[in-house]
Nanobody, 121 residues
Framework: QVQLVESGGGSVQAGGSLDLSCVAS????????MAWYRQAPGQKRELVAQ???????DYQDSVKGRFTISRDNVMNIAYLRMSSLKPEDTALYYC???????????????WGRGTQVTVSA
């Protein structure tokens, strides 16, 4: 089985920084695009940032210049560096990854359980 496990969430004051990590483990053959989503209470889940295996990145407009996504293709880890955090960044942050398991010919998208980020004014 493939598992995604996020870590690094927490509480911070506005203007502060947090680093999130996501590890894909288990029966992983290859990891393609990895991404971070977030969902605030009463809001729809939204894409925050994504990074391809070739390190091409894309960001939601509201986080451009403040968040940085990166990855380690050997260890199958994705990172999200969040700086200049705002109260509106408060949400449950989820990691996703397009993973080809070792016993499959195609990939599918896996989700982590999420890590809470809370930014106080």
């Amino acid at each position: 089985q493939v598992q995604l496990v996020e870590s690094g969430g927490g509480s911070v004051q506005a203007g502060g920084s947090l680093d999130l990590s996501c590890v894909a483990s288990g029966t992983v053959l290859r990891v393609y695009t990895m991404a971070w989503y977030r969902q605030a209470p009463g809001q729809k889940r939204e894409l925050v940032a994504q990074i391809t295996r070739g390190l091409v990145t894309d960001y939601q407009d509201s986080v451009k210049g403040r968040f940085t996504i990166s990855r380690d293709n050997v260890m199958n880890i994705a990172y999200l560096r969040m700086s200049s955090l705002k109260p509106e960044d408060t949400a449950l942050y989820y990691c996703t990854a397009d993973v080809q398991p070792i016993d499959q010919e195609n990939y599918r998208t896996y989700w982590g359980r999420g890590t809470q980020v809370t930014v106080s004014a």
